[in-house]
């Protein structure tokens, strides 16, 4: 079970499970704090204030909670993992997630460092992003439990990562600040086909290069701005998936 006190009082630590430093930590908790209270407020309860399971599960304060969804995306773990590490059961852990992220995501969106979900158009970017000159497009993946749908066990099957997952796609600058991380998808979507749907290259200037991996082979020969890893890289990368 984590130590939250010592968590939330080791600058160290903190870094290390939430990605914020203690300073980072502080300037984000007011507005959690104000999108929470926000929450209460257009919410029309039929019970008590303090009632229902996830009221009662141990992050009693806003510093607890804060730190719990900040930990979940910097992690990822399995709600079974969660419920281990903060001493609730697996269906709290679902709940405190799903009820915790909109409640981040107004916090950083007032703090002005939610990525985009999407480009609407050149214009955008410069305007959002005027200093970056280059940026990497790639995506990633994370475990989900085995759906017990047959349909969406197909769906949600990686065979890149050999089990269900989801996947995004994020846009990167220099200094590892994500611009761009769209809406999460079936692990079976290939990331070419997730770039072309989201059109996230239509939305950055020409004059922006962008750095891809061997997941996206082939965008080089449709815009004039792509860099692919030299070509003895990728002929050896390509070696390497071939014999997986």
Known sequence: MINLHR????????RALTGLNQKAFDELLPLFTAAW???LQAQ???RAPGGGQADKARLSSMSEKLFYILFYFKCYP?????SILFDFDRSQANRWMHRLQPILEAALDRKMVLPERKLE???QFLKRYPEVKEVMIDGTERPIARPK???RQKEHYSGKKRQHTRKHLAVVDEGK?????????EGKVHDKRLLDEEEIVEGIPDEIVIAVDLGLLGLQKEYDNIEMPPSSLRTKMEEASAEQ
């Open 7 to 14: 968590a939330l009082n080791n600058d160290r630590l903190l």
């Open 149 to 151: 749908d047959p349909e």
């Open 44 to 46: 029309v309860r039929q």
């Open 177 to 185: 600040r994500v611009l761009v991380l769209i809406e999460a998808r």
């Open 37 to 39: 209270q926000a929450q």
């Open 78 to 82: 399995t709600f079974d993992v969660a």
């Open 121 to 123: 158009s050149i214009e």
